[in-house]
């Protein structure tokens, strides 16, 4: 999955950068499902949470994930998705 995201020419760098921290930080290798805040991985990466907000909807239009809705935790949005 990594490897299609990284060639894919269509997405910016920025996307491919969350999608490699969700990938690898923070996907849960059983149900594929990531669950981090929005902030959490800007703080990671170094990003700004507006940022990694618009790289989540750049993967999704691409269909690389799914976004299942999300829920509020100290004012941070999580990301509730899997990989397809």
């Known amino acids: 999955m990594l490897w299609a ?3 894919d020419r269509c997405l910016s760098s920025t996307a491919k950068i969350v ?3 969700l990938l690898l930080k923070f996907r849960n290798s059983e149900t594929g499902q ?3 805040s929005y902030q959490t991985v800007a703080e ?3 990003m700004s ?11 999704k239009a691409a269909g690389y994930l799914v976004v299942h809705g999300g829920r509020a935790a100290r004012h941070a949005t999580l990301i509730n998705l899997s990989f397809m």
């Open 5 to 7: 995201i990284v060639g």
């Open 19 to 21: 999608a490699t921290a």
């Open 34 to 36: 990531c669950n981090p």
């Open 44 to 46: 990671v990466i170094g």
């Open 49 to 59: 949470r507006d940022t990694v907000m618009d790289a989540v909807k750049e993967l």
